[in-house]
């Protein structure tokens, strides 16, 4: 095993100088700040290939101390044969007392090796111990080596956001907590970069908390209430049909059934306005279906009264060869429709991304979120509104009509995002904590 110590102005020149020296597979087995850089302690040998080693000469020296007391109690029971047979011959065989002298010093020699080798497996049962004891201690230093590393790289992922500013150190650390939140990448960037930076990290932070907040696109409220006509767009299972449901009931407990209208396009698959049709027998309201090639502009002209007509739509996929047809329907009532993308939450950054370029054509108002009591984490959702500008217009948390239909709230979303962060976070530290105990158990029973 080589280990040697290098210092330098800085980590990264200090794993420069580590990588040359013992190789890309050289282990770092400690690291500090020094007044004038960093110390870096590194090992070309692994971790486990040293524990091993130590392991072994433990083993080798317990064996020995076995095989040397066997040896001591042997000798025991000979030096006492001797000592009778040579009080009981002495007079004899004078000439054999000295060989009798000779064989108590070898012994005297054999017992002294003996306490030698019993003090050396002491000793290593004593470094044993002494091991077992600052296993934890030893692991929470790495874990805190880990964590500077950690924050070593974020700190040189300035070019992810400006290649020509690299991050501070507290820019990082916002960073990464945008990052905690769920925020894109994108987004985290311009965040940190319109946050003001002058007081500490907390103060900071409350700053960045606040450009989440103003920086969310917003529908004004009263979509509820002003009525029109509204059609729903989305993938298949976001919740566009309950969606109408709950928007429906809510009109409907203020301004009376005759009021709203039911129009759906979903007639591409069986069954597929089933659950429609029930709401609309259930509130009292009329509903249209239009069918394939079918003239929805035609259809919302028999409806021109009713205060509130609301279009359901299928989530067809862009290869799907009925989409177009839909979209052309779509967009031929112009701007006397308004169309909102409907979104779960439970989806990944990504999957919101793409559903949000898929219906694009559609010529997008805003968007509608749904399941919000079923996500871990608000960040992709929030990211999607802000970087495409598409105004947030209501929000679902859960299946109740019309209780679970809500306008959006900037300041609430920001701190349940924060929150779930926080939750997230515990359940990692938890899940931390019983993977060190399981170790550390399995350490202690030589596993």
């Not at 109690?73 to 065989?93: G, N």
């Not at 990448?185 to 960045?208: I, T």
């Not at 979104?343 to 108002?365: I, M, V, W």
């Amino acid at each position: 095993m080589k280990v040697k110590r290098f210092v330098a102005d800085n980590m990264q020149l200090a794993l420069k100088m580590v990588s040359a020296e013992l190789g890309p597979d050289a282990v770092i087995v400690s690291s500090r700040r020094l007044d004038n850089g960093m110390e870096v302690v590194a090992s070309s040998e692994m971790l486990g290939e040293i524990d091993s080693a130590k392991q072994s000469e433990l083993d080798r020296q317990l064996r020995l101390q076995r095989e040397l007391e066997a040896a001591k109690q042997a000798a025991r029971a000979s030096a006492a044969q001797r000592q009778e047979y040579a009080a009981d011959t002495a007079a004899r065989y004078a000439p054999q007392q000295r060989d009798s002298q000779q064989a108590s010093a070898q012994v005297s020699r054999t017992e002294a090796d003996v306490a030698a080798a019993t003090r050396l497996a002491e000793q290593a049962v004593e470094a044993r111990k002494q091991s077992e004891e600052t296993y934890q201690t030893r692991l929470q230093e790495m874990q805190g080596e880990l964590r500077e590393l950690k924050d070593w790289l974020v700190s040189h992922q300035g070019s992810a956001w400006d290649t020509r500013r690299p991050l501070t150190w507290q820019q990082s650390q916002l960073w990464q907590r945008c990052q905690d939140i769920g925020l894109e990448p994108a987004w985290a960037d311009r965040v940190v970069s319109m946050s003001d930076q002058s007081g500490d990290l907390e103060q900071a932070w409350k700053s960045a908390l606040g450009v989440i907040q103003s920086d969310l696109p917003l529908l004004p409220q009263g979509v509820l209430e002003k009525g029109g006509t509204i059609a729903l767009v989305g993938p298949t299972g976001a919740g566009k049909t309950t969606t109408l449901g709950k928007i429906a009931a809510r009109f409907v407990q203020r301004h009376g059934p005759d009021s709203v209208a039911f129009v759906t396009l979903d007639n591409y698959r069986m069954a597929a306005h089933d659950q429609l049709q029930a709401f609309a027998r259930i509130l009292g309201v009329e509903m249209k279906v239009v069918l394939q090639n079918g003239d929805l502009v035609k259809t919302l002209s028999t409806l021109r009264k009713k205060k509130l007509v609301l279009i359901d739509s299928a989530g067809l996929a862009s290869q799907d060869p009925h989409f177009s047809s839909q979209l052309s329907m779509l967009k031929q009532t112009g701007r006397d429709v308004r169309k909102f993308l409907v979104l779960p939450l439970t989806s990944q950054a990504r999957c919101l991304q793409e559903n949000y370029e898929h219906f694009k054509p559609a010529g997008l108002d805003g968007c509608i979120f749904t399941k919000l009591d079923e996500c871990f984490s608000l960040g992709a959702g929030l990211s999607v509104a802000a970087l495409t500008r598409l105004p947030l217009t209501l929000i679902t948390d859960g299946p109740h009509i019309p209780d679970d239909l809500h306008y959006p709230d900037a300041s609430r979303l920001v701190n349940l995002a924060e929150q779930m962060a926080r939750m997230a976070r515990t359940r990692w530290q938890a899940a931390e904590a019983m993977n060190m105990a399981t170790q550390q158990q399995s350490f202690q029973h030589g596993v």
